[in-house]
């Protein structure tokens, strides 16, 4: 039982488990070192997974050969305007309305909900779980498997966890790496902290507060929009209703578990995609292991909850999160 | 300036007056405004629509009944939200403790089924606000011990709390249909309809839970006005530090404050279950929303208790109406959400209107101290 649980498959499992979170929560991180927190990124995600699949499906539909080859590629596209727009809604309201940045997001998050679920029943003619997109995206490298041995054996294991993802998984490791780099190394990244740390000063040294903190909404909706295109379009291959299912929440626990880092935040998400990976694996179990598949279903949740207790004490999140900026 | 002055803003009377009706009453016509616009975009009759919605609400015994029905647990979960609100706690899990309430419902009045109905309603109540506070009380432990935001360990709870539900209802708890439910409790335990002691109705679903939801915003009202603790919780809410330096300790009005949340949101599922269902389904597949939408019940009512009766009414209403907007102008009951989220903005955004007036007096200011000045 043990090899069928453990094995390469668990690990690959892992890491496009961990994707959709580390978008999130790298988006989530911009956010909070600009100052703004994003509750929002549940409903941005939601947004972008849906409409990904809407324009998959429309596009996937036609009859243009071309078009309907590019037609998960236009699903990104789509996913990524979406979440940008729903973000620049969040901005708006908590930037420039200087609106409570948690009941803005939570607005959001609900407005997210109704929007999918009615446009769902106006476009498709029912509730729960969409058409499958007609045209999957693939793994970007497909390499043929070597004959026998212990060589291709480790081979098949290297290429299961590290070359058998679809573009948004490496897509989530490069802004990880990309974003740490920005962030910590680089003027505009320092100019992005100060915002969060200290605005007052940042204004007094000619920063533009409020129009960092907008770039920073509208790059989690950017990322947002990828979380949700990976879930539906590369993942799942349709939408079904609410199936964010809480990782925009999950998320902002892996920001504060990766301290406020990219890297941190795509770390912190591995974990939380182990979980998930682990309790899908073990689900297949359950009748070994005698134990009802709900509490496999809860791990998550309860690992963030597990985290969260025992991180926060030491964790120092920017001194101005949350607090809206007004110019003297 | 030759002198500084501590200037007291005093907003005029009726500006007060604005502020705290005028302002949800326009968001609730702007989002009703949007959410039309969404509705003709798609194809449909927002006239007819709304013409349905108001009919399906109020046409009616049966209509006002349904509406009733659907305000009973709003009532709750707003008391829930808008009581954490006061401390300044955002209690965005209300579900999960709703959830949790409705389960020591299903249980407990399998459990005291014998005793009569009068001991036996208010224990299975009492039941449920007590998980529903033991929900409330691990991420409330969290918040005052390490700073854990409530936002998300809430929510996490909430998932916890709706797959704990999905695992009682097919396993220990099950009545072995085949389908996720408790059994059937017995009529002894029921919260009885209107139709019952109002003579000359006919049969409406609204039941005694609404009474009892009436009288918990009365008790909120009691609690946050007339008592030490209710003192503490706007404290706290208002400014932590001042509260602190002034005695009140933040770490057990925070605890006190999420598990009286959580024992709401409980009593709303409590009655859900005593009042509608008389049994436990799985919360998985048919969550209620009960809990995000007293998000939007707290927040368009001030979390003033008065308040959020009206606001939950207005909610009930369009949740009861819905399923005739459906049935006649064939508009997806969603569009109920997202008159939701577009309500909370409408609301939250009043600090637009704040601004200018804010803004206008300091003006005023300016140009007296000016004045004064020369």
């Known amino acids: ?328 | 300036m030759s002198e500084t002055r501590e200037v007291v803003v005093r907003e005029s009377g009726w500006l007060k007056v604005l502020r705290l009706v005028g302002v949800p009453f326009i968001s609730v016509l702007l989002a009703m405004a949007v959410g039309s616009v969404i509705i003709a975009v798609t194809g449909g009759d927002p006239v007819a629509a709304f013409a349905a919605l108001l009919q399906g609400a109020f046409g009616g015994p049966v209509q006002i009944g349904e509406t009733i029905l659907r305000t009973t647990p709003l009532i709750f979960t707003g008391l829930a939200v808008a009581f954490g609100f006061r401390a300044n706690l955002f209690n965005i899990g209300a579900e999960g403790q709703l959830a949790m309430g409705a389960l020591a419902a299903a249980w407990f009045g399998l459990l005291l089924a014998g005793l009569p109905t009068g001991l036996a309603i208010p224990l299975v109540m009492l039941g449920g606000a007590l998980f529903g506070a033991a929900w409330a009380f691990v991420p409330a432990l969290l918040k005052a011990r390490v700073g854990a935001h409530e936002v998300i360990t809430t929510m996490m709870f909430s998932w916890i709390a709706l797959y704990l539900v999905s695992w009682i209802v097919t396993g220990p708890l099950s009545d072995k249909s085949g389908i996720p439910e408790t059994p059937m409790l017995s009529s002894s335990v029921w919260l009885v309809t209107f139709d019952k002691f109002i003579a000359g109705i006919p049969p409406v679903r609204a039941h005694l839970g609404f009474i009892i939801a009436l009288a918990a915003a009365a008790v909120v009202w009691w609690v946050l006005s007339r008592t030490t603790l209710g003192y503490s919780v706007r404290a706290v809410g208002f400014n932590p530090q001042a509260a602190e330096n002034g005695g009140i300790s933040i770490a057990w009005t925070t605890i006190w404050a999420l598990c009286i949340s959580g024992a709401l949101a409980g009593l709303a599922g409590a009655s859900e279950v005593l009042g509608v269902q008389h049994r436990l389904f799985d919360q998985v597949s048919t969550s209620s929303g009960f809990g995000f939408t007293g998000i939007a019940v707290a927040l368009l009512a001030k979390n003033n208790p008065t308040g959020v009766v009206f606001a939950a009414l207005l909610f009930g209403a369009l949740a009861a109406g819905s399923g005739n907007m459906q049935l006649e102008a064939n508009i997806s009951p969603q569009i109920i959400n997202i008159i939701q989220g577009l309500i909370i903005f409408f609301v939250a955004a009043d600090s637009i209107v704040t601004w200018f007036i804010k803004r206008r007096q300091r003006l005023a200011l300016e140009s007296k101290v000016v004045a004064d000045a020369e």
């Not at chain 1, 497909?142 to 299961?160: M, R, V, Y």
């Not at chain 1, 909706?221 to 949700?228: D, E, H, K």
């Open chain 1, 1 to 328: 039982m043990l090899s069928e649980v453990i094995n390469p498959e668990l690990f690959a499992s892992a890491i496009r488990m961990a994707t959709p979170l580390a978008l999130a929560a790298i988006g989530g991180t911009i956010c909070e070192r600009s100052g703004v927190v994003n509750i929002a990124l549940e409903g941005i995600m939601l947004i972008g997974a849906f409409f990904g699949v809407v324009v998959a499906l429309a596009a996937g539909s036609t009859h243009i050969s071309w078009l309907v080859a590019a037609s998960p590629w236009l699903g990104i596209l789509a996913a990524v305007v979406a979440s940008v727009l729903m973000a620049g809604l969040h901005a708006f309201a908590s930037i420039t309305l200087r609106m409570d940045q948690v009941v803005s997001g939570t607005a959001i998050n609900l407005l997210a909900l109704g929007l999918t679920g009615f446009l769902m029943v106006t476009l498709y003619g029912h509730p729960g779980t969409t058409d499958p997109i007609p045209v999957a995206i693939n793994a970007v490298f497909n390499f043929p498997t070597p004959a026998g041995g212990l060589l291709a054996t480790a081979w098949s294991w290297i290429d299961q966890i590290v070359f058998s993802y679809t573009p948004i998984v490496y897509a989530a490791m490069i802004a990880a790496v990309v974003g740490q780099w920005a962030l910590f190394h680089t003027r505009w990244g320092l100019h992005l902290r100060a915002l969060g740390e200290h605005p007052r000063a940042a204004d007094t040294v000619g920063i533009r507060v409020l129009r960092g903190r907008y770039v920073a909404v509208l790059i989690s909706g950017v990322l947002g929009g990828l979380a949700g295109a990976n879930l539906s379009i590369e993942q799942v291959g349709s939408f079904n209703e609410n199936m964010t299912a809480g990782r925009g929440f999950i998320a902002l626990a892996a920001n504060i578990f990766g301290r406020w880092t990219p890297i941190g935040s795509y770390l912190a998400s591995l974990l939380f995609g182990f979980a998930d990976a682990l309790q899908i694996k073990l689900q297949a179990f359950q009748s070994v292991v005698q134990i009802p598949v709900q509490f496999f279903l809860m791990l998550p949740y309860v690992l963030t909850v597990v985290v969260l207790a025992g991180v926060m004490g030491r964790a120092v999140a920017p001194a101005e999160v949350g607090k809206p900026y007004e110019k003297e």
